[in-house]
């Protein structure tokens, strides 16, 4: 059974940082791709930023340059390290993973990713 567990999330002042965590297990997390996303009231969820297996990432325009995302894979671990924080990244935070994934593969797309974890709040005050 594959369950991700998100941690990390909290209430910060505009400009602060936070890492998010997102612990995988009953997934081979080898050849597994996995990715962040973010749910704020009233919209929908968005891909926030994404690793492929050769580590290949990418990001949603409106965190580039203030987010960054990794893996330990030795700790089957997900990581999103987020800096200079905004009001605007207030949301539920999100990880999700998918199976048998080529090495290049990313996205970003919600549709493509069929395990979510349950989320964690980060809150963001100006």
């Known amino acids: 059974q594959v369950q991700l567990v998100e941690s990390g999330g909290a209430s910060v002042q505009s400009g602060g940082a936070l890492r998010l965590s997102c612990a995988a297990s009953?997934?081979?997390?080898?050849?597994?791709?996995m990715g962040w996303f973010r749910q704020a009231p009233g919209k929908e969820r968005e891909g926030v930023a994404t690793?492929?297996?050769?580590?290949?990432?990418d990001y949603a325009d409106s965190v580039k340059g203030r987010f960054t995302i990794y893996q330990d894979n030795a700790k089957n671990t997900l990581y999103l390290q987020m800096n200079s924080l905004e009001p605007e990244d207030t949301a539920t935070y999100y990880c999700?993973?998918?199976?048998?994934?080529?090495?290049?593969?990313?996205?970003?797309?919600?549709?493509?990713?069929?395990?979510w974890g349950q989320g964690t709040q980060v809150t963001v005050s100006s």
């Open positions: 999700a993973a998918r199976r048998y994934c080529s090495a290049d593969y990313y996205s970003l797309s919600t549709g493509d990713y069929a395990y």
């Open positions: 690793i492929a297996r050769n580590g290949i990432t």
């Open positions: 009953g997934i081979a997390y080898g050849t597994s791709c």
